[in-house]
């Protein structure tokens, strides 16, 4: 259990403890509000959630909100799903996000990064300039508020101009990444109804042009809404027929017209991976996202005006919006278009070390990827800007924890931190004044009550069970797009325990508060009653050089008993004989217990994945209890459709 071995990797130093913004909030809102001054951080979360209405009214004031017109009170209606957040409030994100510019102009908002690894700032008052431009082109071009905005770009400051430029409007802005094939994308698109378009001609990835207007023409033909399309040439095309040019959009310097919107105006539509059926188009609100996003990036990650800010995403991920949302607490952005691992392994670092990140978020499979290829980060890069390290993804193991103790240096800040696209924010993670332990987050975020249930819906400690939030968050989507009674988002989340919100990970809440994830619940192992998390299973698998990859199922079988294979790809050059065959099933047996180790080992060409880098168990498994590849899988979600065949022969021939 992860109580065993209760001496942290780091603790924050006095001094630290002392200049965070979430120790200065907590005493301010002590005296403000009734906050406890003392008991550090579980007091403040406990109060947070206790008084959840004192706290988010605390938040606003804190960070400054400016509400046009004033609220009638914190939470209209606390019951989910339906919580009403700050009802009869107005406000715009957008406005918000460039009030920067007000008293830093000349300073950088966004640095762009592509594969030179070279970055170009964008200053805060030509950031805010273009948003001006653009938004008053939006409204010429009939964009009303909840018209639908969508763009199929990269990580580029385009992106991000068009997205405040929409929300200022009071548009709800929704995007892909151009390494999305049209089938995809109109998966998602389609579902929304968009009036503008924002495309490339291409993208460069890994030293290489991509061409994309091919795609582009596909999803033109497709989308009858369609008003304008709008081309940005990064790839240094002439826009095609009919479209209209970026440059000529942004050309004007004109003041932004911020509209100013309900609190629970929609912003944006996420997308879930949609590995079955049709991505869930998951809508989101201004005032929620607003305020969550400042709670979690001003507190949790204690990001501020002195800050730059990188996350490595695409304009596909919930993480993308969260990095754009840096721009509320006045931090400097860092966009990088590029592949994750060009021209070397390293390339991460290096953008961390040129662009001075103070906080570098990444994803744990890269963390893992560095450690297998011996990159040393401290030795190669100058590092000492960063302040923090953040993985999120997928459970960051306890080898990535001491490789980046070890390697990137031993007082360097860890966090691993898990949320959802369901509410573009963390559940639990970052807090910048509680000691961090290997292979565990630090602790629940402020203002959201986290627990692990049970099967019958009792809270446990030190024990796996279901992640539940028990009271709204304000980041919670307000609806799903074409869900008119609401039935698709409740059996989403609140099927399982009436009123409570079921993430469907599990998870384990220790007794020192901290957070451990073992994996998804609904493709959970489970052998003779016990439950098992496939990423315990996989920390364990792919810290043998041998193994590039592995990805874990348990079937039920029709007479009763249980499969349960491991599936291994192998890294080049290694065999799968007798001698690797041993040292997996040793490894898990000593590392783990008897029971997870797995019936068959597979070599497989390789693991698929949904197109934001997350391994796909449950149409894996789908697959190999019988269901046709067309019903088991949306073939527009997965990076590598090709893999799915060897599942599927593998399923045929055991039938």
């Not at 550090?40 to 909100?65: K, M, N």
């Not at 906080?359 to 000492?384: I, Q």
């Not at 999120?392 to 360097?412: A, K, M, Q």
């Not at 934001?612 to 019988?626: D, F, M």
């Amino acid at each position: 259990m992860p109580t065993v071995n209760p001496e942290p990797l780091w603790r924050p130093d006095p001094q630290r403890i002392a200049r965070a913004q979430i120790t200065k909030f907590q005493t301010w809102a002590a005296e403000q509000h009734g906050a406890p001054s003392h008991g550090g951080y579980p007091a403040l979360h406990r109060w947070s959630v206790d008084e959840l209405e004192t706290f988010w009214t605390a938040v606003t004031q804190w960070f400054d909100v400016r509400f046009s017109t004033p609220y009638a009170r914190v939470l209209g209606d606390r019951s989910m799903p339906g919580a009403r957040w700050f009802p009869g409030a107005t406000l715009n994100y957008a406005e918000h996000a460039l009030r920067a510019a007000a008293t830093r102009p000349a300073e950088p908002a966004l640095l762009h990064v592509d594969e030179t690894h070279e970055p170009t700032p964008v200053t805060w008052s030509e950031l805010r300039r273009q948003v001006g431009s653009l938004a008053a082109e939006l409204r010429a071009l009939g964009v009303r508020p909840g018209g639908r905005v969508s763009g199929y770009l990269p990580n580029i400051p385009q992106a991000v101009v068009a997205l405040l430029a929409t929300a200022a409007v009071g548009g709800v802005w929704t995007s892909c990444a151009p390494d999305f094939g049209a089938r995809s994308v109109l998966d998602r698109f389609q579902q929304v109804e968009p009036v503008v378009l924002f495309t490339v001609d291409g993208y460069r990835y890994g030293g290489k042009e991509h061409d994309r207007r091919d795609v582009v023409a596909e999803l033109r033909a497709e989308l009858p809404t369609l008003r304008a399309v709008v081309h940005i040439p990064v790839l240094g095309t002439e826009p095609p027929q009919g479209a209209l040019d970026w440059a000529a959009l942004t050309a004007a310097d004109e003041e932004p017209v911020f509209e100013q919107v309900p609190f629970d105006h929609p912003l944006w539509v996420l997308y879930s991976s949609g590995t079955t059926g049709l991505p869930k188009a998951i809508v989101q609100s201004q005032g929620g996202i607003l305020v969550e996003h400042l709670k979690q990036l001003g507190l949790h990650c204690d990001l501020g005006p002195k800050d730059r800010f990188f996350w490595y995403t695409s304009t596909g991920w919930m993480m993308w919006n969260f990095l754009v949302s840096g721009l509320l607490t006045g931090t400097t952005i860092v966009l990088y278009d590029g592949s994750p691992g060009y021209p070397d392994t390293g390339a991460q670092w290096r953008i961390a070390e040129r662009t001075g990140a103070t906080l570098y978020g990444t994803s744990a499979a890269y963390v893992m990827a560095c450690r297998k290829a011996e990159v040393r980060p401290a030795r190669d890069f100058d590092l000492s800007k960063v302040q923090c390290v953040a993985t999120t993804g997928s459970p960051l193991p306890p080898d990535g924890f001491r490789w980046l103790h070890d390697e990137v240096r031993d007082d360097l800040w860890i966090a691993s931190v898990s949320g959802g696209t369901d509410v573009c924010s963390c559940f639990a993670g970052a807090v910048p004044t509680l000691p961090v332990h290997t292979g565990e987050l630090q602790a629940p975020g402020l203002g959201t009550d986290l627990q692990s249930w049970d099967a019958t819906g009792h809270a446990v400690i030190d024990e796996v069970g279901e992640l539940v939030v028990t009271n709204p968050m304000p980041s919670m989507p307000i609806r799903f797009w074409n869900d008119p009674d609401g039935s698709r988002y409740h059996d989403s989340y609140f099927d399982t325990y009436p009123g409570v919100w079921r993430h469907g990970d599990w998870i384990t809440i220790t007794s020192r508060g901290s957070v451990v994830i073992h994996g998804r619940s609904d493709s959970t192992l489970n052998r003779q009653g016990v439950r098992m998390g496939s990423a315990d299973i996989y920390e364990v698998v792919e810290r043998l050089p041998e193994i590039k990859e592995s990805l874990v199922i348990g079937i039920e079988q029709p007479d009763g008993g249980y499969w349960m294979p491991l599936f291994v790809h192998l890294a080049p050059g290694a065999a799968l004989d007798e001698a690797l065959l041993g040292r997996i099933k040793q490894s898990i047996r000593e590392q783990l217990s008897p029971r997870h180790v797995p019936d068959e080992v597979i070599e497989v060409p390789g693991v698929p994945h949904t197109l934001t880098g997350k391994r796909i168990e449950v149409p894996i498994k789908r697959l190999l209890q019988g269901t046709p590849l067309e019903k088991a899988v949306n073939p527009g979600s997965i990076d590598d459709l090709g893999l799915l065949h060897f599942y599927e022969d593998l399923a045929r021939k055991r039938s």
